[in-house]
T-cell receptor
Framework: GENVEQHPSTLSVQEGDSAVIKCTYS??????FPWYKQELGKRPQLIID?????GEKKDQRIAVTLNKTAKHFSLHITETQPEDSAVYFC??????????????FGKGTHLIIQP | NAGVTQTPKFQVLKTGQSMTLQCAQD?????MSWYRQDPGMGLRLIHYSVGAGITDQGEVPNGYNVSRSTTEDFPLRLLSAAPSQTSVYFC?????????????FGEGSRLTVL
């Protein structure tokens, strides 16, 4: 099955600086790569996603890049703010063929924004 | 719309007891799934369903049972609880098969097995 590695496990940045979280995946047939944000005690929520026919996608201060050849994708947050403090999860959808295996998640990155 | 509703939010069980975590969605999503979240382990898929009457195993299915008799409901049953099943459980649904679209999560159910 799919295997998703996520780094770093903890990231501390100064408010206003940029943050980058990186993920690699193993299944070359994966074609959907979402990022979820989970605030303390809350449910995960989708913040941005990218499909394999696109190399980069931006939404205000967040962007995701995808390198299918190297099988890695990254989340970029610019001008970080205190409300960006949370755990971020990357995920990849495995090759489904005729079925549906669900998303495989990375282990998460705890992003800490220092005032 | 209420979205995805999970009950109970908290539960304490003794080893060997059984229980059912309820999950319901009102978005007419065909795809539903259960994940467990443990510290440092991310979200791991337990079981999923692509429609009423169809279920399949995920990454960590042992000790859990599911059924999907309606589009709306997807309960998760713990047959004989073990301390290793202490976790936070999330139900999630999606409008696209294979979860290749946004997953909508419930608020989570924190289970402690003594």
């Amino acid at each position: 099955g799919e295997n998703v590695e996520q780094h770093p496990s903890t990231l501390s940045v100064q408010e206003g600086d940029s943050a980058v979280i990186k993920c690699t995946y193993s299944d070359s047939a994966s074609n959907y790569f979402p990022w979820y944000k989970q605030e303390l005690g809350k449910r995960p929520q989708l913040i941005i996603d990218i499909r394999s026919n696109v190399g980069e996608k931006k939404d205000q201060r967040i962007a995701v890049t995808l390198n299918k050849t190297a099988k890695h994708f990254s989340l970029h947050i610019t001008e970080t703010q205190p409300e960006d403090s949370a755990v971020y999860f990357c995920a990849a959808s495995p090759h489904s063929g005729g079925g549906a295996d669900g998303l495989t998640f990375g282990k998460g990155t705890h992003l800490i924004i220092q005032p | 719309n209420a979205g995805v509703t999970q009950t109970p939010k908290f539960q304490v069980l003794k080893t060997g007891q059984s229980m059912t975590l309820q999950c319901a969605q009102d978005m007419n999503h065909e795809y539903m799934s259960w994940y467990r979240q443990d510290p440092g382990m991310g979200l791991r898929l337990i079981h999923y369903s692509v429609g009423a009457g169809i279920t399949d195993q995920g990454e960590v299915p042992n000790g859990y049972n599911v059924s999907r008799s309606t589009t709306e409901d997807f309960p998760l049953r713990l047959l004989s609880a073990a301390p290793s099943q202490t976790s936070v459980y999330f139900c999630a649904s999606s409008y696209l098969e294979g979860a290749a679209g946004e997953l909508f999560f419930g608020e989570g159910s924190r289970l402690t097995v003594l």
